[in-house]
């Protein structure tokens, strides 16, 4: 019933499925321990663009790619700790590094875990020892992906962290959204207003916006033409979700962070982890058909 089998493309790839659900995802340890595909009876449910997946120079438009230990950008790309200045690149660098596999299993569901720990490169920007343990679970029309976060330095280490997923849509038009939350931010004009529960104008050059603070562990995508629902749960450490889309391009991301752009500078909503701490967190997936 459940199944993992490994591809060697230009990078190793990890394919887990439910043989009896007709449903896969595809994982990429080596380029950012990224999920590149989720099909659900053949139907795409992530969008990935190839050309930039294959340059390992570039940032990865597609897939559901992994925000550590920041979400967003910092201004100028720079924060303060300690006194001391650092630079950090939007979203960070979990999603660029090779993640290493730690286990796989096949018992009730189709199952990987992949884990990342700091080192020289990580310790220039970001200055605390840690280890990234991500476990990707596929189940029937489920995707569960649990995080565990474990500090490995001797002082206190604060960070944020989220998730990037791309949801193929070739016609915007079809979709409705269930958000969970009455403020939301244009993250370019840093614009504030209401959001009373109808959505934005999907026919924008570009549409980038925060609602904080949610306020359930719950929010959804309905695509009208395929006839399905997206739900994303996600647990409590999540305190705000962000939409991005651009014209022209078949994808909507509906992101679950744990804090907003440039919280390593303002503070708000870190997690902080004292020395030899670990935290948990969960984001899980479900389709349905209407």
Same mark, same amino acid.
């Given at each position: ?7 060697? /493309?230009?990078?190793?790839? &990890? ?13 990429? *340890? ?12 053949g ?13 390992? @120079? ?10 550590? *230990?920041i979400?967003?950008?910092?201004? /100028? ?6 006194? #001391? +200045? &650092?630079?950090? @690149? ?9 993640? #290493?596999?730690?286990?796989? $299993? ?11 720990e700091?080192? +020289?490169?990580? %310790?220039?920007?970001?200055?605390? $020892? ?5 476990? &990707? ?11 565990? &976060?474990?500090?490995?330095?001797e ?16 016609? @915007? ?6 958000i969970?939350?009455?403020? %939301?931010?244009?993250?370019?004009? @840093? $614009? ?20 904080? *603070?949610?306020?359930? /562990? ?29 014209k022209?391009?078949?994808y909507?991301?509906? $992101? ?25 967190? %969960?984001? +899980? ?6």
């Amino acid at each position: 019933m459940f199944a993992i089998s490994l591809k060697q /493309d230009q990078y190793a790839t &990890y394919i887990l499925s439910d043989q009896e659900a007709h449903s896969r995802i595809e994982v990429v *340890p080596e380029r950012g321990g990224i999920i590149t595909q989720w099909r659900i009876q053949g139907q795409n449910l992530l969008y990935l663009d190839a050309e930039r997946f294959a340059d390992p @120079k570039l940032s990865i438009r597609g897939g559901i790619p992994i925000l550590f *230990p920041i979400c967003g950008n910092l201004p /100028d790309n720079h924060y303060t700790y300690n006194g #001391e +200045e &650092y630079a950090l @690149k939007q979203h960070g660098f979990a999603r660029d590094l090779p993640w #290493e596999v730690r286990d796989r $299993e096949t018992n009730d569901c189709a199952k990987i875990t992949l884990s990342l720990e700091s080192n +020289e490169k990580t %310790l220039a920007v970001y200055p605390f $020892e840690f280890q990234l343990t991500f476990t &990707y679970k596929l189940k029937g029309n489920t995707l569960t992906l649990e995080q565990r &976060y474990t500090n490995q330095s001797e002082e206190t280490m604060p960070f944020s962290t989220g998730l990037h997923p791309y949801f193929w849509s070739a016609d @915007k038009s079809q979709l409705d959204f269930e958000i969970p939350a009455s403020q %939301l931010q244009d993250q370019r004009t @840093k $614009e504030q207003r209401p959001f009373e529960g109808t959505f934005l104008d999907l026919t924008q050059d570009e549409i980038d916006v925060a609602f904080k *603070p949610v306020t359930r /562990d719950r929010a959804s995508l309905i695509d009208r033409r395929r006839n399905l629902k997206i739900e994303l749960h996600y647990s409590s450490d999540y305190s705000t979700l962000v939409f991005w889309t651009l014209k022209g391009k078949e994808y909507v991301c509906l $992101e679950p962070w744990s804090a907003p752009r440039n919280a390593l500078n303002s503070g708000e909503n870190l997690i902080t982890l004292e020395p030899g701490e670990s935290c948990e967190t %969960l984001v +899980e997936l479900r389709v349905s058909y209407l």
